[in-house]
């Protein structure tokens, strides 16, 4: 028996045939298997029988498998920074930033869910919220938004914690940038260097200069240059997201407060005057 497959009509199937396709997996990984789509299903569990509580828990899911991505890179990245690489961490930022703007786009799809939809089942899940998000909360932490009360929703669990508490007084991502300049000759200010990384870090007229060395003169500083405008496209995602959470919440629940406790549209607005790399913003106006 000929061990080709066999058009339904006769002869060996055509080449470009899905009947070429491999179709026993008795002893190989198939799709399913590989993506362990088995147990990805189960996690969807929802507690009411709100239609609209399947794209709320797809929607957040979804979030979470590019926040942990965007973890990744950022790692990866900065190991590379600490090592005094700056070539190379352009392909992760690159990553992080098109995982962004699929993290953005994700709040369009929630958008389709009216207040109406949402209130037919937001009781049922308590104090449960975004906020509480390891993930998320990893993410700020790497690119330098530091607040040590932060750590607290996570106090439960030790080894959701411990990773959030090495990350909190680690260099952020712009703490091992300002050490490349420093590296190359540039004049940024030990008490910079070697700030508490657990604190957020507060803008220096003194970082600013260095960086208007690095802006006038880009040639000689090139790949500085190049993880600086990254940078900015990291932080100028990251804006967005927060700005299209704010938009979607309010739309969704109006000032209610947050069902994890924080003030809502309120503690929302606040996020958004941080300013993760403020020098690379200000050097704009002084050049």
């Not at 390891?134 to 750590?151: I, K, S, W």
Request: hydrophobic share 40%; aromatic share 10%.
């Amino acid at each position: 028996m000929s061990g080709e497959p066999s058009c339904p009509f006769g002869g060996p199937a055509p080449e470009h045939s899905a009947e070429q396709a491999h179709r026993d997996f008795s002893r190989s990984l198939s799709y399913g298997d590989y993506l362990h789509l088995d147990k990805l299903r189960s996690a969807h569990q929802p507690i009411t029988d709100a239609h609209d509580e399947h794209l709320f828990i797809a929607i957040h899911h979804v979030s979470e498998v590019w926040l942990s991505l965007i973890v990744r890179e950022l790692q990866a990245a900065m190991a590379l920074l600490e090592a005094g690489i700056t070539g190379a961490p352009l392909k992760m930022l690159t990553r992080v930033v098109r995982a962004q703007e699929q993290l953005t786009a994700a709040w369009d799809v929630l958008k389709t869910m009216t207040p109406a939809d949402y209130l037919s089942f937001r009781g049922a899940f308590g104090q449960a919220s975004g906020f509480q998000s390891q993930n998320y909360r990893m993410v700020e932490f790497l690119l330098g938004n530091r607040n040590p009360t932060l750590l607290r929703p996570h106090e439960h669990r030790a080894d959701l914690l411990g990773p959030l508490e090495t990350a909190l007084h680690a260099p952020s991502v712009y703490d091992l940038t300002l050490r490349l300049l420093a590296a190359r000759g540039l004049s940024v200010p030990a008490e910079v260097l070697g700030r508490d990384a657990a604190q957020p870090y507060a803008a220096s007229a003194a970082v600013l200069e260095a960086w208007l060395t690095v802006y006038r003169d880009t040639e000689r500083y090139w790949d500085l240059y190049e993880l600086a405008e990254k940078l900015v496209d990291v932080e100028d995602n990251f804006r967005r997201w927060r700005f299209n959470h704010l938009t979607t919440v309010e739309r969704t629940i109006g000032f209610k407060r947050g069902s994890g406790g924080t003030s809502g549209v309120g503690y929302l607005r606040g996020a958004l005057d941080v300013v993760l790399f403020p020098e690379l913003w200000d050097v704009r106006t002084q050049l």
